[in-house]
């Protein structure tokens, strides 16, 4: 079974476009992230979700997913679609959870998985060397202090402790 197939919204571009409202409170946008809190768009708009869900949302993540945004795009595509899609070909799967907040959006996925077509094998190679280049994005940071001067010395991109 493919857990979290879009990666808890991330993989739908949404917050490519829009920060989620916890990593705009973290930037000091506090009234669009509070205005957010109260009306999210997703698991990743929400108090309790925002910051557990962080891993998607690294810089590495962010990265991956942007590469991923553009070969969707250049395949005619929704970045949604393209991640069905690809989940739905590999070999070891032969179930996805979806976690939908609307029928909207549980229609757009219930299409990704109808598309009879498969993504041509090309694609899937590109798809998986934006993976080989990313691997485990989840747990990559690109905001680690090089030393004491950067500030937040000892603490890790979400305060985690660093040894």
């Known amino acids: 079974m493919a857990y979290n197939v879009l990666a808890g919204g991330v993989l739908t571009g949404k917050y490519l476009k829009e920060a989620a409202a916890i990593d705009s409170f973290q930037a000091g946008k506090k009234e669009a992230a509070l205005r957010r809190f109260r009306e999210p768009r997703g698991r990743m708009d929400e108090n309790g979700w925002g910051q557990t869900l962080y891993r998607y949302r690294s810089g590495p993540a962010e990265e991956a997913t942007r590469a991923y945004a553009q070969l969707a795009k250049q395949n005619g595509m929704p970045l949604t679609e393209l991640s069905l899609r690809w989940a739905r070909q590999r070999a070891a799967v032969t179930t996805s959870l979806l976690g939908t907040s609307s029928l909207a959006q549980l229609d757009e996925d219930l299409r990704s998985f109808r598309e009879p077509k498969l993504l041509p094998r090309e ?41």
Request: charged letters at 30%; a negative charge; hydrophobic letters at 40%.
């Open 123 to 163: 694609l899937m190679w590109e798809i998986d060397r934006v993976h080989m280049r990313n691997r485990l994005p989840i747990f990559s940071s690109t905001k680690v202090p090089k030393d004491a001067s950067e500030g937040s010395f000892g603490f890790g991109e979400v305060d985690e402790v660093i040894p």
